[in-house]
């Protein structure tokens, strides 16, 4: 007894009497990952699609509905009180307003996805997908959402129908974002672990190969005409220019700390990287692979450190940007022309992401630390409304 | 045998406390990083409060309010919904009423954060100490064990302290995990109270 004793005080007393290091699972947490047996998920998730709730009405639904009703309308003039009144209940069930689509949120710490309704600005349903779900985007089709799930180290497919997850992509270890050609053919999904991007053929859900970037890949974003991929490592701080014919590196851009996500123009003139800790976002002219502006924000009462730039949203006209400044809890509304701010609206907590609905009328932000995602009215600049989501909202993407 | 069990993991345990992120602040125990302050820019994008700075303190109405509102016990849907209707029911004073609710919000939160963050450090240092003792009454407690003839007495009475000092430890341990969540929820309140004073200012 007294040899296995001395035993455990040898081992617990090292490095000259300092305090011995943690014994594994007693520290003070390390992050948030927290990886449970893979197997348990899964069969959870299974659980949540068999339980099969009724999806909400679709956009298309809506719009099918009220086509019949215009159609019935022209066709019988005489009747149209009459009819009106048999169809309101009918439609009354359906909601009224056009604009409806349908955004899907990752939920990193509650490892859930919150669907929410752009009618009734409400979560509509909340999604059981693996752990550390972050990097969200729909397919082009906008038949499926595909969700990296870092801790699980592949990319759910989710069924935009049955809102159930039916499928997996094959990534490298812990995917955290992903970017697809305009053809919605090829997926590129950052893994933040060794050093790689995948390149996966969407149709055949297959792996095609490896690009060696630089460490903790970060940002992706793909040059309309697809043949170039942008890239941003954290630790390296570079923008890395990828080649999506030879899937070579072409050309590295050094930006400022920790650059975290990348940005085309729609006229591909410009790429715009948000580096968090540097606190800026660095333009760079794609053809030279130079630095040739910066945008620079400043917050009455704000120390420098806490605006973080993560997230870039660009209207299609080019005209105006939105960044997430992270703790600073604004998104700065920028003139791209003049690369000044012209705006900050105060939104939620850490915001990170976002996405604008199709019609550009509202743009979607994910706000980590207040646990929601707040709604901008686009003309107005105005933030109409927030909606609680799950716990440390990342990512959102919404229905083509 | 149970004893030293107990203790080689006291003594493993305090390692995690002694372990600082943030070399400033070197009594901080929760990985969430140390922000001293909130400051006001990042929760408040309404008009400038320099005009309203502790008045709120001399209105009984607003400061039974931010008591209420700043309670961890009220429900926060309850506190928005307090906030809304008090704020509806001021009309032409609406704007310094909703000045003074969110200085005198602003203030009391902060103030029950820091103090919220010197409890932690406090218990942090404590812990640190209680660390020490556990593994030098150990030692302690090895060497009387090795001594023949050996007093029963004296080492029934040694464990037995040394069982309960674990317990506590352990039992601390535990309880500051939960604590480190506490600031970002006041964090959370705060600006979630402010978000809805903001929306009905407009």
């Not at chain 2, 820019?41 to 309404?46: I, P, R």
């Amino acid at each position: 007894m007294q040899a296995e004793m001395s035993d455990v005080m040898r081992r617990s007393r090292s490095r000259d009497g300092a305090p011995p290091l943690p014994l594994a699972g007693e520290g003070w947490g390390e992050g948030i990952s927290t990886k449970k047996t893979p197997l348990e998920e899964q069969a959870l998730s299974r659980i949540a699609s068999l339980d099969a709730m009724r999806p909400p009405p679709q956009a298309g639904e809506v719009k099918q509905a009220r086509q019949q009703l215009q159609r019935i309308e022209e066709r019988r003039p005489l009747h149209k009180l009459m009819l009106r009144l048999s169809l309101f209940g009918a439609l009354a069930l359906v909601a009224a307003p056009a604009h409806a689509f349908i955004a899907y949120v990752s939920n990193e710490k509650s490892n859930t996805v919150s669907v929410i309704d752009t009618d009734s600005w409400t979560v509509t349903k909340t999604i059981k997908v693996g752990q550390r779900p972050r990097g969200i985007d729909f397919t082009r089709d906008g038949k499926f959402v595909m969700v990296a799930v870092g801790d699980d180290d592949t990319i759910q497919v989710i069924d935009a129908k049955t809102q159930s997850v039916v499928d997996s992509l094959p990534s490298g270890p812990d995917p955290e974002l992903f970017a697809q050609d305009a053809a919605g053919k090829i997926l590129y999904v950052a893994n933040e672990n060794d050093n790689t991007v995948t390149v996966i053929d969407l149709e055949k859900r297959a792996r095609l190969g490896d690009i060696q970037v630089g460490v903790e890949p970060e940002g992706m974003t793909i040059s309309p005409d697809g043949k170039t991929l942008i890239n941003t490592s954290e630790t390296t701080n570079m923008a890395h220019f990828i080649d999506t014919s030879s899937r070579q590196i072409v050309a590295n851009v050094l930006v400022d700390a920790r650059p975290r996500f990348a940005e085309f123009k729609h006229d591909s003139s410009e790429v715009w990287v948000s580096s968090e800790i540097g606190g800026t976002v660095s333009i760079i002219d794609p053809k030279k692979h130079e630095v040739i502006g910066k945008v620079t924000f400043e917050i009455p009462g704000l120390r420098k450190e806490a605006i973080q730039p993560v997230g870039i949203g660009m209207t299609k006209d080019d005209k105006t940007a939105f960044i997430a400044l992270g703790p600073a809890n604004r998104i700065a509304v920028v003139d791209v022309a003049s690369r000044k701010v012209t705006k900050y609206l105060l939104v939620g907590q850490r915001v990170w992401h976002m996405a604008f609905t199709p019609d550009e009328k509202y743009l979607l932000t994910t706000n980590g630390v207040s646990n929601d995602v707040s709604v901008i009215d686009i003309v107005a600049q105005k933030v109409i409304k927030t909606i609680q989501v799950g716990e440390l909202p990342w990512g959102v993407t919404i229905a083509p | 045998m149970k004893v030293w069990l107990l203790a080689a993991m006291a003594i493993a345990l305090s390692g995690t406390a002694a372990r600082a992120a943030d070399p400033r602040y070197p009594d901080w125990p929760c990985t969430q990083a140390k922000v001293p302050e909130i400051s006001l820019a990042a929760v408040w994008a309404g008009p400038p409060l320099d005009d309203v700075q502790n008045k709120w303190k001399d209105d009984a109405r607003i400061s039974a309010l931010v008591a209420k509102l700043s309670a961890r016990k009220t429900p926060l849907e309850e506190a928005e919904k307090s906030v809304k209707e008090y704020l509806a029911a001021s009309a032409s004073d609406k704007t310094t009423n909703a000045k003074l609710l969110f200085a005198g919000l602003f203030d009391t939160l902060n103030a029950q954060r820091s103090q919220v963050m010197l409890g932690l450090e406090r218990v942090s240092r404590k812990q640190r100490e209680a660390a020490d003792k556990i593994r030098e009454e150990t030692l302690e407690l090895q060497a009387l064990q090795g001594v023949t003839p050996r007093d029963e007495a004296k080492v029934e009475a040694l464990s037995n302290e040394l069982i309960w000092k674990t317990r506590i430890f352990e039992d601390r341990h535990k309880v500051v995990r939960f604590v480190c969540e506490v600031p970002t929820a006041i964090d959370q309140r705060l600006f979630a109270l402010g978000r809805v004073i903001q929306q009905e200012m407009e």
